[in-house]
């Protein structure tokens, strides 16, 4: 009967301190997209995808796993198997950030393969929207960011206005939670302007950088410098739209 009575208050004892230990609550924020949102090896340096940075900003509270992949569209995400073994894993309380666009609007012969009808671009959303409800995720939806277009007045060009529209529109029906990229960084390159946007970009010259020797023109891809900026338009709707996952930003320490 002692004996019976020491394990008692002994099992009473464990179960009282694993009532204070960490359960596993632990919120995932997963990133699915394209090549301007996605990780890069150090090779590719100085080429950032904005979710490189932007992981950087949030607390270790959070996990956040980048599965955006360079040339994927909505349809070769879903077909290539790649948004299944989200789903699979994904636990009530995470995010999805959806940022696709880029690819689905790819017309030409080399790009047949990613094309998506502007129709099809919104079934493909939609379905992220309600398989990610259907987890009890938390779905937000991203409008592509912009390339570095201008016209011959020094005005940026809107280079996603179907796809983003669609985006939008798809945000609205489903009460879906929705970051415009396309809009804000439009305003944030406009404001660098024609010569200075190229700071943004990989714009290099011939033997500045080890990895491109030859140099390189793409107005479509970020550096770092561009991938922070675009990263912190991005947090900065985050907390405009009052989502819980504001609260998980990584706050500024007063100088004292």
């Known amino acids: ?16 301190g694993t009532a204070f230990l960490p359960h596993d609550k632990n919120v995932t924020v997963w990133m699915i997209g394209d090549s301007t949102m996605c990780k890069y090896s ?6 950032t995808g904005w979710g490189m940075p ?21 349809r070769t995400f879903i077909n290539e198997k790649r948004w299944q073994p989200i789903v699979e894993s994904m ?19 080399r790009y047949k393969d990613r094309y998506t009808p502007v129709a099809d671009f919104k079934i493909n959303l939609q ?10 995720g938390i779905p937000v939806l991203i409008t592509p960011v912009t390339r570095r277009v201008f016209d011959k007045d020094g ?36 404001s660098f302007g024609p010569i200075y946007s190229k700071l943004l970009y990989m714009n290099l010259d011939s033997m500045a950088n080890p990895h ?8 479509t891809h970020f550096n770092e410098y561009g991938a922070r900026l675009m990263a912190a338009l991005v ?20 100088k004292k």
């Open 212 to 219: 491109y020797p030859a140099g390189l023109k793409d107005n």
């Open 42 to 47: 150090p090779d590719r340096a100085p080429m």
């Open 127 to 136: 379905r992220f929207i309600a398989e990610t409800n259907g987890r009890k």
């Open 235 to 254: 947090l900065q709707e985050i907390k405009k739209l009052n989502i819980a996952l504001a609260d998980n930003i990584i706050k500024p320490v007063a």
């Open 1 to 16: 009967m002692q004996l019976l009575k020491k394990y008692g208050l002994l099992i009473v004892v464990i179960l009282a």
């Open 91 to 109: 636990k009530g309380g995470d995010y999805v950030l959806i940022q696709f666009g880029h690819n689905d609007e790819a017309t030409g012969e």
């Open 155 to 190: 005005n940026i060009k809107e280079t996603h206005k179907e796809y983003s529209a669609a985006v939008r529109e798809v945000a609205q029906a489903t009460n879906t939670p929705l970051i415009d990229l396309d809009e804000r960084s439009r305003e944030l390159v406009q």
């Open 54 to 74: 932007f992981a950087l900003f949030f607390d270790s509270s959070l996990t956040i796993e980048n599965k955006a992949a360079g040339g994927r569209s909505t």
